[in-house]
């Protein structure tokens, strides 16, 4: 059993920058691929970035190739995503997943513990 808790969002300007955090309870959580998803008003929650159990590997959504990075402490039991040159379409709610395994890592279902997630917002 793994329990989520994201932390970080806000509000922001566009160009400006936020590190969400996920904070993870469970002793298995070095095992888990760790990823971020995010939701905008009247659309489907979608995929923004994973890491592999041992945070040897990275995979990004191609919007936020280059301006955002996934990071992982398995000591600490975090995940935290930097995002950098924040446009107004990252608005969303953004979601901590957690899941065995690695494929397939942009399929939400395919996660079996989710965070409460944290409103983002980027103003233009």
């Known amino acids: 059993q793994v329990q989520l808790v994201e932390s970080g969002g806000g509000l922001v300007q566009a160009g400006g920058s936020l590190t969400l955090s996920c904070a993870a309870s469970?002793?298995?959580?070095?095992?888990?691929?760790m990823a971020w998803f995010r939701q905008a008003p009247g659309k489907e929650r979608e995929f923004v970035a994973a890491?592999?159990?041992?945070?040897?590997?990275?995979y990004y959504t191609d919007p936020v190739k280059g301006r955002f990075s996934i990071s992982r402490d398995n000591a600490k039991n975090t995940v935290s995503l930097q995002m950098n040159s924040l446009k107004a379409e990252d608005t969303a709610v953004y979601y901590c997943?957690?899941?065995?395994?690695?494929?397939?890592?942009?399929?939400?279902?395919?996660?079996?513990?989710w965070g409460q997630g944290t409103q983002v917002t980027v103003s233009s």
């Open positions: 890491i592999h159990w041992s945070g040897g590997s990275t």
């Open positions: 997943g957690a899941r065995s395994g690695w494929a397939p890592i942009s399929r939400d279902y395919s996660y079996e513990y």
């Open positions: 469970g002793r298995t959580f070095s095992s888990y691929t």
